[in-house]
């Protein structure tokens, strides 16, 4: 069966309520309203934003319980966090068939960019491997200054 949007979605629903029956919990009400925003986003997010999103569907939801629950989807190995330039985490979904995800952060505007490297587990399951490790995952994060922001004061991608 082609993988599709709809089939990565199941997936990872499913494997977030296997995650909380195995840690004796349960896909809450309030779970289900986050990992369904967590789940059908695309882009690279804060937790400022994930709840923003969330008190659209449940006013009641708090900051504590989206951070508990992107905690244990990490934990689940759905998502994976990375440092902003401020230092501030922004999550992405991991992707479900591959093994290694990478981004750049720009260090002007804290913007992040996710990246797909097909060589990147390739190169770095070699070191690991030259090291007498095997990689089950590679992730990448890349600081950079912005080329426009350099040469203007502005960029694009921060508005």
Same mark, same amino acid.
């Given at each position: 069966m082609p993988e599709t949007p709809q089939n990565d979605f199941d997936k990872r629903f499913a494997a977030a309520a296997a995650h909380w029956a195995a840690n004796r919990s349960r896909m809450t009400i309030?779970?289900?309203?986050?990992? !369904?925003i967590?789940?059908?986003? $695309?882009?690279?997010? !804060?937790?400022?934003? =994930? =709840?923003?999103?969330?008190?659209?569907?449940?006013? =009641?939801i708090s900051m504590a319980?989206?951070?508990?629950? =992107?905690k244990n989807l990490r934990e689940a190995d759905l998502i994976e966090e990375f440092l902003g330039a401020s230092g501030k985490g922004?999550?992405?979904?991991?992707p479900i068939s591959q093994t290694a995800s990478s981004c750049i952060v720009c260090k002007n505007c804290g913007t992040m960019v996710a990246l797909d490297d097909p060589?990147?587990?390739?190169? $770095? /399951?070699?070191q690991?491997?030259?090291?007498?490790?095997?990689?089950?995952?590679?992730?990448?994060?890349t600081?950079?200054?912005?080329?426009?922001?350099e040469s203007? /004061?502005?960029?694009?991608?921060c508005k």
């Amino acid at each position: 069966m082609p993988e599709t949007p709809q089939n990565d979605f199941d997936k990872r629903f499913a494997a977030a309520a296997a995650h909380w029956a195995a840690n004796r919990s349960r896909m809450t009400i309030i779970r289900r309203i986050v990992c !369904e925003i967590i789940f059908k986003t $695309e882009q690279p997010f !804060e937790a400022d934003w =994930l =709840l923003k999103e969330a008190r659209q569907t449940d006013n =009641l939801i708090s900051m504590a319980t989206v951070y508990r629950t =992107l905690k244990n989807l990490r934990e689940a190995d759905l998502i994976e966090e990375f440092l902003g330039a401020s230092g501030k985490g922004f999550y992405r979904l991991r992707p479900i068939s591959q093994t290694a995800s990478s981004c750049i952060v720009c260090k002007n505007c804290g913007t992040m960019v996710a990246l797909d490297d097909p060589c990147l587990p390739i190169r $770095e /399951g070699a070191q690991a491997h030259k090291n007498g490790f095997k990689a089950t995952h590679v992730r990448l994060q890349t600081e950079a200054t912005c080329d426009e922001f350099e040469s203007t /004061g502005e960029c694009h991608r921060c508005k």
